[in-house]
């Protein structure tokens, strides 16, 4: 259970869901981990979680729609533990995602854009020089399989997370001579824990995605040495949901 041994992470919207999973299973792969999001009880939580198992972690409150505070949550990460070899881009608002085109507001989509590509464009651009000097840094990006098949009722969300596939790309193909490669994550999944007042899932597998058994263990093998030779690229743990959505 040492595949991350050695190494530094941070992830955002760590406190639950999706973020939860994976700043556990860093930990268990010998990771230290920096729990990052904007609920100080659910950062409590999971950090005792992680400490309770024996990890590493650091709990840090942080907004990551704001900038001072992103640098801050950096400054903290290399004060406690001297590097950076991961970062996790996880976090966003779900309370602003819905929305028609027709309906869409300026504020609603800025918002959206505050907490994805925007947000995750500033930590990583706070994390490279600690990325770059880790020799085999791994940023994993999360975007969405809603924006590649434009979702009804997701428009502001989509186009975020379109975003942050284009944001991944670019990153990719710049930062690949820093040894650093950068990837998205696109997953189907019980995000919250619960899949009440969702749609059925229309997958091949018929079912949610597990944020422990499905979706963490991709994003531990991107930031393991088992990916080292893949950048730039979208996985889609989603249960074959890309098949209906293959172009």
Not at 208 to 235: M, N, R, W
Request: proline share 4%; hydrophobic share 45%; glycine share 10%.
């Amino acid at each position: 259970m040492t595949r991350l041994s050695g190494k530094v992470a941070i992830v955002t919207g760590a406190g639950r869901g999706i973020g939860r999973a994976t700043a556990k299973i860093f930990a268990v792969q010998g990771a230290k981990v920096a729990v990052v999001s904007r609920t100080a009880e659910n950062v409590d939580q999971v950090v005792a979680e992680i400490q309770a198992a024996g990890g590493i972690a650091l709990g840090i409150v942080c907004d990551i729609a704001d900038p001072v505070q992103i640098t801050a949550t950096v400054d903290k990460v290399m004060a406690a533990y001297g590097r950076i070899d991961i970062l996790v881009n996880n976090a966003f608002d779900p309370s602003v995602v819905f929305s028609s085109v027709i309906e869409l507001s300026a504020e609603q989509l800025q918002r959206n854009f505050e907490m994805g590509p925007i947000a995750y464009l500033r930590t990583m651009q706070a994390c490279y020089p600690h990325l770059k000097a880790s020799g085999e840094g791994r940023v994993i990006n999360f975007a969405s399989l809603a924006g590649v098949i434009g979702m009804q009722g997701y428009a502001p969300y989509n186009m975020a997370k379109e975003a942050v596939r284009a944001l991944t790309r670019s990153a990719a193909r710049e930062w690949g001579a820093d040894k650093i490669t950068v990837n998205n994550v696109m997953p189907v999944a019980d995000t919250w824990g619960t899949a009440v007042d969702v749609p059925a899932p229309t997958n091949v597998l018929g079912r949610y995605g597990s944020p422990e058994e499905d979706i963490a263990p991709v994003v531990l093998f991107l930031a393991s040495k088992d990916a080292q030779f893949l950048t730039g690229y979208s996985l889609t743990p989603d249960g074959g949901q890309i098949i209906d959505s293959a172009r």
